[in-house]
Antibody
Framework: QVQLHESGPGLVKPSETLSLTCTVS????????WSWIRQPPGKGLEWIGY???????NYNPSLKSRVTMSLDTSKNQFSLRLTSVTAADTAVYYC???????????WGQGALVTVSS | IQLTQSPSSLPASVGDRVTITCRAG??????LAWFQQKPGKAPKLLIY???TLESGVPSRFSGSGSGTDFILTISSVQPEDFAIYYC?????????FGQGTRLEIK
């Protein structure tokens, strides 16, 4: 059974960089696509992007200029960096497996990140 | 690709048959999934490829449609089904979601 777990600071100051890591257990991180999705409090879901094999990424154009994803196969982890954050980036951030590069089948429990000074 | 769900809120009683509609702004073939989200929890995959039931999901859930119009049906609502439901398209990137439909107790 694949399990995912997000970790990282729960509070980030405006203009700084949000960094989150997703640790995958129950299966190898290789051969799959991995995604980040976020959900502002009380609102809907926004897909941030995916990473595959470390040099294959696809980011949502709405965030592309500020997003970087990376993969660490030795630790079975993948990461998200979002620069120049504002209050609008306050959200629960989910990591998920993107099976066949299309279907979000396994999700982490989510990590709330608040942007505030 | 924009996805529009209707209704936004759906009052129902246990045992009711309910349907939720998702309309895509352009044709997406069968590249659609449905998720259920309960408060404080991650979304759970119910259906993919418009009509394929994810393993372990009760058979009272079903999906249909192709092109631009899709339907999620719950044949007999159970107490644990009250939640928010989202559709999601994967025909083209960026992946997008509908705005959600809240299934609530009547």
């Amino acid at each position: 059974q694949v399990q995912l777990h997000e970790s990282g600071p729960g509070l980030v100051k405006p203009s700084e960089t949000l960094s989150l890591t997703c640790t995958v257990s129950g299966g190898s991180i290789g051969y799959y696509y991995w995604s980040w999705i976020r959900q502002p409090p009380g609102k809907g879901l926004e897909w941030i992007g995916y990473i595959y094999d470390n040099d294959n990424t696809n980011y949502n154009p709405s965030l592309k200029s500020r997003v970087t994803m990376s993969l660490d196969t030795s630790k079975n982890q993948f990461s998200l960096r979002l620069t120049s954050v504002t209050a609008a980036d306050t959200a629960v951030y989910y990591c998920a497996r993107l099976w066949r590069a299309t279907t979000l089948d396994y999700w982490g429990q989510g990590a709330l990140v608040t942007v505030s000074s | 690709i924009q996805l529009t769900q209707s209704p936004s809120s759906l009052p129902a009683s246990v045992g009711d048959r309910v349907t939720i509609t998702c309309r895509a702004g352009q044709g997406i073939s069968s590249a659609l999934a449905w998720f259920q989200q309960k408060p404080g929890k991650a979304p759970k995959l119910l259906i993919y490829d418009a009509s394929t039931l994810e393993s372990g999901v009760p058979s009272r859930f079903s999906g249909s449609g192709s092109g631009t119009d899709f339907i999620l049906t719950i044949s007999s609502v159970q107490p644990e089904d009250f939640a928010i439901y989202y559709c999601q398209q994967f025909k083209s990137y960026p992946i997008t979601f509908g705005q959600g439909t809240r299934l609530e107790i009547k």
